[in-house]
């Protein structure tokens, strides 16, 4: 990043900007060619606030979140032909805060409706099949709101920049991962790809604070350094990921993520966007409330 962005790391926006568009509008990455290293890493695109406002504010999205969670999950109850899944994929350098976004954000809903999945380097019996068969174990069942920390991304992410497979193989997979998703829409699982963007200077910050802090040393793992020395492979890694797999139909949505509460709020209300875009009704009752008053009354 260039050195001149850390001197504004503490100044809040000065003006708040009203979210006269959707969120999903806003963030949504166009077709076609990206430079991330132009992005702001600090920006808060859409952020009806200040700081001060921003955890009163991801609160307030929360009743809505739930209420609607709970008729997906009804919905799922009632037809699983036709209920719909919601898939949240979270992808950023390490430090972004894919963790902490599943915290913040899926702890506001039903935990019985979520099914929360940490891709690691794939076990020995993992690789033994296709790279993307254990991620389709992990898809959400119809009702249920899915997150993936890490995905199948991985599979031209860390591969490609450490040379894991050939570059013929993880050259293919763009497109074999668009083909797949898609046949997932088809199938009615909304995609919600959320790419949490920090700064270099940001991630350097965020593992000092984990070595500095004893009761974080536990996230802190000593080959980050050597992941962090790949940064710029990294990031032509991301790139191109974000270059071949933003779609019209499954697009990527870049989360400004230096700002924590930001990043917070940002996937909340994308969640909470593309929820409301469901139209979900309670499910109707397939028996008849009278009657079974009646019949109640009577015992
Ligand atoms: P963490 O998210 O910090 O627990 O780390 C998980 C690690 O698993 C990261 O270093 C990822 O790069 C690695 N990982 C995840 N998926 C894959 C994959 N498909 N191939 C190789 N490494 C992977
Ligand atoms: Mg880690």
Not at 57 to 85: I, M
Not at 107 to 113: F, Y
Not at 247 to 256: G, L, N, S
Request: aromatic fraction near 8%; proline fraction near 6%.
């Amino acid at each position: 990043m260039a050195p001149g962005k850390r001197d504004q790391r503490d100044v809040e926006p000065a003006e708040p900007v009203a979210t006269t568009q959707s969120l999903t509008e806003l963030l949504r990455l166009p077709v076609g060619s990206v430079d991330i290293g132009i992005m702001d890493t600090r920006a808060t695109p859409g952020f009806p606030g200040t700081k001060a406002d921003a955890l009163a504010l991801t609160q307030a999205l929360a009743p809505e979140l739930s209420d609607l969670q709970e008729r997906l999950f009804a919905s799922g109850r009632v037809s699983e032909e036709e209920a719909k899944k919601v898939l949240v994929i979270l992808q950023g350098m390490d430090t972004s805060g894919k963790g902490g976004v599943i915290r913040h954000v899926i702890g506001m809903v039903d935990p019985q409706g979520v099914k929360i999945k940490a891709f690691k380097a794939p076990t020995e019996d993992e690789r033994k099949h296709p790279y993307l068969w254990r991620i389709e174990r992990e898809l959400p069942p119809p009702g249920a709101i899915g997150i993936f920390d890490r995905s199948q991304y991985e599979d031209v992410l860390v591969v490609r920049v450490r040379k894991l497979v050939e570059e013929a193989v993880w050259n293919a997979r763009y497109d074999e991962i668009n083909a797949w998703e898609n046949e997932l829409l088809d199938a009615g699982t909304i995609l919600i790809k959320c790419f949490l963007h920090i700064s270099s200077a940001e991630q350097k910050d965020r593992l000092l604070a984990r070595l500095d802090d004893p009761t974080k040393h536990w996230k802190y793992n000593p080959g980050d350094i050597e992941e962090r020395a790949r940064w710029f492979a990294y990031v032509e890694a991301y790139q191109a990921m974000l270059e071949r797999c933003s779609t019209q139909r499954a697009p990527w949505f870049v989360i400004p993520a230096d700002r924590k509460w930001y990043r917070n709020w940002a996937v909340a209300q994308l969640l909470l966007e593309h929820l409301r875009a469901l139209k979900l009704e309670w499910p109707a009752a397939d028996f008849d409330v009278e009657t079974e008053k009646k019949r109640l009354a009577a015992t």
